[in-house]
């Protein structure tokens, strides 16, 4: 049977233990997974504080601390922001090449992509959310335990606490 290659969409501000649920789960139904890290373009922002090498980081720590990498075909896509949504599409599918599948949890990428490529509807795991992530690190709550370990360890090491306006 043929594995479909999927494209998992997120800005991953930060890579949280959702998105590593979501990873998780695909490898057992994917052959290649491509990670497309969206608004790669943004960074120092309330939205957006990391730069996409620092969320390639993240991700990489995260995925080799569960063997995911290199057991898995998976593959990380610097995705920038446009302005027109038909010619980010399009962007997306010529940095990505050919995919199966587009999972996304998000309400406009699911629309950006429905119609042009089979869409993964990620249901968002209770009380995990980037968003309030963000707040608890500006709060100096506590944000650790919801991103992987390794995530946690890789923020507080490089001092990223800083960039979150």
């Known amino acids: 049977m043929h594995k479909p290659t999927a494209l998992f969409l997120g800005r991953f501000q930060p890579f949280h233990n959702g998105h590593l ?7 057992k139904v994917c052959g290649k997974i491509l990670i497309g890290i969206g608004s790669s373009d943004k960074s120092r922002t309330a939205e957006n504080p990391f730069s996409a090498a620092v969320r390639k980081e993240m991700i990489q720590r995260a995925l080799q601390a569960k063997d995911l990498i290199p057991m898995f075909d998976i593959h990380l896509i610097d995705l920038p ?3 027109d949504d038909e010619v980010w599409r399009t962007k997306v599918l010529e940095l990505t090449g050919p995919v199966d599948k587009v999972w ?3 309400e406009w990428t699911k629309k950006c992509f429905e119609g042009h490529v089979e869409v993964q509807n990620i249901k968002v795991v209770p009380g995990i959310s980037g968003t309030e992530i963000r707040g608890k690190m500006r709060a100096g709550g506590n944000w650790q335990d919801q991103v992987p370990k390794e995530v946690a360890g890789y923020i507080q090491e490089q001092d990223l606490l800083s960039q979150i306006k």
Do not use: I, K, R
Request: no cysteine; aromatic share 0%.
């Open 21 to 27: 649920l979501v990873l998780q789960g695909m490898t």
């Open 81 to 83: 922001d446009e302005t």
């Open 104 to 106: 996304t949890g998000n």
